[in-house]
């Protein structure tokens, strides 16, 4: 909005440079010279009052209310209470003169016009200047996005090419090999999978939670094996939600996350759940409801100054895919942590 | 018969070493440990003569389970997925760095060179050759970033009996050289590591704590006043009423890191 205060202060400068034109041209009709300063002089600071507040409407009617005659009837209208309050304001500095008046009344019409004309030159301008100012917010918002997306995708691949994740699991196998064969060969197995679903993702489009659970799912075994009785994850879903759209992998950095805060933050057995549910709204489609809750260590954790790149960069796509900041909540409680995502669902 | 232990979180990765371990028959498995503060407990008790630790574990990692050990130190072979600490595991006098995953021939070189050491053969049990599974560059990059300012301490691990405590950055108020230890002190209680006054001044980070005399570091947020004593010299005064004496040089510098050198 800076930009469009520099024009603001174009304006100001008009209506500053109007009046001594004005006063010489109402002379030059035979207006009394010492009145028609004063007649220059209010007339102008009625109409630039007028056109501030005209600003201060239009914002008021921002972009929801788009109809096209709005802006036309608030010019009019406004014209028309600016002429009025001149004309009351005119009853006051020419009532000791009554050619000056009768001229003055003459004018009404032509001033009447020229109202119309500059608040709605404004009302343009200003109408113009917002736009420009919206497409470049959502220019930016846009090309942000598409940025985050992309990055957040790469730092994901990148997560969970980690090499320590695949590394340790390659260990496991390495054990297994010795012990329990067929074991080792699920674990291949388990492994590819959740490999190739990640490379796979490769657009933008929203997933079903379906297959963001089963993808999560193939993570979780691996997990599981490699640290055995000590971790456990509860899923709790409803079959109605399964069809629900989100963001591609969402999740997976969260649940990631909490993971290794309970197990490093930890030494017990430690219970990651996973609840699902959707939350009504008296209007739109409802949200889906997603929270992940595990067990944390208050005391060792405010050491580990890193809470997660995983929920910044969640909180920063849904900002930016959502244009909300509240999508993203987390609670502390007792020795608990949990994420709570809010996911709008707009009409398929 | 040497007496080996083995500290990992993965279950797995213990049983591998246990499976590799079966061919040495001159080694007992005398316990496998899921977390740091469980080995050191058994550590204590079996007093082994080798362990295998892993890096990464709950609460306290494998380098603060040697920090906390007491003499006689174990022979240590690391076993982890992270290449990046080789450099600091060689300095902590490690045997040998194992990157998981390994195969047998691997780990049997490890304990080969573990063998040897406990046999009383010290030049076997150094770093020489050892990381060849690092490429020259990368090592490189690794002792640069190892002899670097290092500022990656967020906790101070001290033993307080047989039990760990982990104490937060958050939580001290200042370190005192207390001879060959240095003392902890916190809100309501302090601790002693043994540790010099340099690796703490070196591995806290500078915009935090300040070494403001030979035998005292200071947390600067900590610090209420500054207070003239004597001629010359000064104290700082921190929130708990505690009077900390200030050298020239760290009145200087504390000065600066306070933004107090207008004139």
Known sequence: ?348 | MIKAIVIDDEPLAISLIRDYLRSFTAIELVKECRNGEDALKAIAEHKPDLIFLDIQMPKISGFEVLELLEEPLPLVIFSTAYDEYAVKAFEQNAVDYLLKPYSKERFDKAVNKALNASAGNPASGTASGVVSGIGSRKMDNLISASSGPGHQLNKVVVRSGNAVRIIPLQEIQYLEAYDDYVKINTANDCFLKKKTMQYFEDALNPDEFLRVHRSFILKLDQITKIEPEGRESHVAVLKSGTKIPLSKTGFAKLKQSLGLTGH
Not at chain 1, 69 to 96: E, H, V
């Open chain 1, 1 to 348: 909005m800076i930009a469009s205060n520099k024009y603001l202060w174009i304006f100001l400068l008009f209506f500053v440079a109007w009046i001594p034109l004005q006063a010489l041209l109402l002379v030059w009709y035979g207006t009394e010279p010492v009145l028609a300063w004063p007649d220059a002089v209010i007339s102008n600071l009625i109409l630039s009052f007028t056109c501030f507040d005209v600003r201060l409407i239009m914002r008021y009617y921002s972009s929801e209310k788009r109809a096209w005659y709005m802006p036309l009837l608030w010019t009019s209208g406004l014209s028309m209470i600016s002429l009025l309050l001149l004309k009351f304001a005119a009853g006051y500095f020419y009532r000791d003169d009554r050619g000056s008046l009768y001229l003055f009344r003459q004018s009404l019409p032509l001033r009447l016009l020229f109202n119309f004309c500059v608040i709605g030159a404004f009302v343009l301008l200003d109408r113009l200047l917002y736009y420009v100012h919206i497409r470049q917010e959502e220019n930016k918002r846009k090309s942000d996005l598409e940025k985050i997306s992309k990055d957040a995708e790469l730092s994901l691949l990148r997560q969970q090419l980690q090499p320590h994740f695949l590394f340790n699991t390659l260990n496991s196998i390495s054990s297994l090999i010795g012990t329990q064969p067929e074991e080792a060969r699920k674990m291949i197995q388990q492994l590819s999978d959740f490999f190739r679903a990640t490379v796979r993702k490769d657009d933008q489009n929203f997933v079903d939670l379906g297959s963001e659970l089963t993808q999560l799912q193939l993570y979780l075994d691996i997990e599981k094996l490699r640290f055995g009785d000590r971790l456990t994850v509860q899923i709790d879903t409803e079959n109605s939600c399964l069809a629900l759209r989100l963001p591609p992998l969402l999740l997976q950095p969260l649940v990631e996350n909490a993971i290794k805060f309970g197990l490093y933050g930890t030494y017990g057995n430690v219970l990651i759940r996973i609840g699902v549910w959707v939350e009504k709204e008296k209007t739109g489609n409802g949200n889906l409801i997603v929270q992940i809750e595990n067990p944390f260590d208050p005391q060792t954790a405010q050491s580990e100054n890193g809470t997660g790149f995983g929920l910044r960069s969640v909180k920063r796509r849904l900002y930016l895919l959502f244009s909300r900041n509240d999508l993203v909540q987390t609670r502390i409680n007792d020795q608990l942590f949990a994420v709570t995502l809010k996911l709008p669902q707009t009409k398929s």
